[in-house]
């Protein structure tokens, strides 16, 4: 019983999941009325929402359990593991949205870069002037998202071998083998070759893998429970997923709501839990377990998540676009470049943070006005 209270969430993922697979078809065509549709986009929100914040719960368990990096990287990849779902589910239903991988890449880079980061920074910097993180952790993972970044958001509009801002099947097929192959690198230096990278300077030696205890108001117990658990939260994500696309899309198509703006409410539903987590770790002066949840969330989506579309994309013969016009270009080229600033010095304070929430705040304007 005690299980149960505590996974309550558990049960609305399931009765929801059960009822839109059961009468989902006629409540998801009756979006044009304004009242039912703002409705149904709650209720899938919030019951998806709930699931990735238990998802979260488990994944820092297992974190907890593992130690880092492993920990971390099993929470990074859980995370990113709903976006593809969700990608996937939105490009694929009704008129679908080529331009939803880059949007909601784009909308990962703003949210955690300045959004997530400045938060972190600046509730950090408040609480404890300065805080440290291991530098060459925080390089390394930038010295991947910089060409991944570039490469997938900006090159696409200077090619020539396909119309638009798109690349051609060889120039698809290199960037998808170039990100996976990129990405598999990284972790192996993660996990294995360079694993004091991503540990704070301050432990000399790995923390003790903690027993069941309290974290975070929570137990952490075995791992197997807890990934038991999260693959049960995860598994109806994949209807939910496809059940929310529909209002995503209808939004977006009929009601002319700013395409850019399905991508950001993708990325912000996914990203939430995590943001919660890392805010929590730099308030606790944890900085680098901020810094690698952060920067690892990035660095995965990019790598992973524009691969998944551009499959996606091969397999649905749907031509996926990539390149971001000038003005977002212009904006993830000076996030980059104060990102790199930010992580230029061991040390963190609260004007850094500021800095990083003012451009996520440009960019939210941007979306609705440019």
């Known amino acids: 019983m005690p ?12 009765v929801t999941t059960a009822l839109f697979i059961g009468f989902g078809p006629g409540w998801l065509a009756g979006l044009s009325n304004p009242a039912w549709f703002t409705f149904v986009l709650l209720w899938l929100f919030g019951a998806i929402l709930l699931s990735a914040l238990a998802v979260v719960r488990h994944a820092e368990s297992v974190a907890v359990k593992l ?18 779902m969700m990608i996937g589910a939105v490009m694929s239903t009704g008129q679908g949205n080529s331009a939803l991988a880059r949007d909601a890449m784009f909308a990962v880079v703003m949210i955690v870069l300045n959004g997530m980061v400045g938060l972190s920074l600046l509730l950090g910097g408040l609480r404890y002037h300065e805080q440290t993180y291991n530098l060459q952790g925080a390089n390394a993972f930038l010295a991947v998202i910089v060409p991944l970044a570039v490469l997938g958001l900006v090159l696409p509009n200077l090619t020539v071998s396909s119309p638009g801002p798109t690349f051609s099947p060889l120039q698809a097929t290199f960037l998808i083998l170039m990100s996976v192959g990129l990405y598999g690198v990284f972790l192996a230096m993660q996990t294995w070759r360079h694993r004091d990278y991503f540990v704070a300077p301050s432990s000399a030696e790995p923390a003790e893998r903690p027993g069941p205890e309290a974290h975070a108001g929570h137990e952490v117990r075995s791992v197997a429970y807890h990934t038991s658990l999260l693959l049960a939260y995860l598994l109806p994500l994949v209807i ?19 395409p850019a703006l399905g991508g950001f409410l993708v990325s912000a539903l996914v990203l939430f839990p995590e943001s919660v987590s890392a805010a929590r770790a730099a308030l606790a002066n944890q900085l680098q377990r901020s810094v690698n949840l952060l920067l690892g969330s990035v660095l995965a989506s990019i790598s992973l998540t524009i691969p998944a579309a551009l499959t996606i994309g091969f397999m649905m013969d749907q031509t996926i676009i990539l390149g971001l016009d000038a003005v977002d270009t212009t904006l993830l080229l000076l996030t980059l470049g104060v990102s790199m600033l930010t992580f230029a010095s061991a040390r963190t304070n609260v004007l850094l943070g500021a800095v990083h929430l003012l451009l996520f705040l440009a960019y939210l304007m941007l979306i609705f006005e440019k």
């Not at 299980?3 to 969430?9: I, K, M």
């Not at 492993?70 to 593809?84: M, Q, R, Y």
């Open 240 to 258: 939910l997923s496809k059940q929310i696309a529909v209002p995503i899309n209808f939004g977006i198509h009929v009601l002319h709501a700013p």
């Open 3 to 14: 299980v149960l209270r505590r996974e309550w969430a558990l049960g609305v993922n399931l």
């Open 67 to 84: 130690g880092e990096p492993l920990g971390t990287l099993a929470l990074t990849l859980s995370v990113i593991g709903i976006e593809v």
